[in-house]
């Protein structure tokens, strides 16, 4: 004896769909969302840079009169990125150069003032 199917329930294929869809929007936005919160990270703490950039001259370089020290605020964590940062020694306008070392716990090294 042949069994018989129960018929369709009409409209049960539009729950699935609206399900897939709410579904397939939630994934979209959390990949969104972590693509914001990493790209976040990658960029250096200029005010972070900038005490930084005092301490690394007082201590290894035994400089002391060092001051007004603005460094860019967009600048991205890369391997090997270089850039500037202004500041005054004695009144004197300098730039030192930044290059960073590590992008995990973003590490830098500082040049002296020219």
């Known amino acids: 004896m042949p069994t ?6 009409p409209g049960k ?3 699935l769909i609206i399900g897939l869809s709410i579904a397939s929007l939630l994934v979209i ?8 919160v990493l790209n976040s990270r ?3 703490d200029h005010v972070a840079v900038q005490e930084g950039v005092t301490e690394v001259l007082s201590q290894s ?3 002391q009169d060092v001051s007004g020290v603005s460094c860019p605020s967009d600048q991205k964590v890369e391997i090997d990125a270089t850039f500037e940062c202004d500041l005054k020694v004695g009144g004197e306008a300098k730039k030192v150069s930044i290059k ?3 992008e995990d716990e973003p590490t830098y090294e500082v040049g002296r003032p020219r």
């Open 29 to 36: 936005g959390g990949v969104v969302a972590l693509v914001l």
């Open 61 to 63: 370089y035994g400089i």
């Open 13 to 15: 294929g539009k729950g």
């Open 42 to 44: 990658a960029v250096l």
């Open 100 to 102: 960073i070392t590590e």
């Open 4 to 9: 018989q199917q129960p018929p369709a329930q």
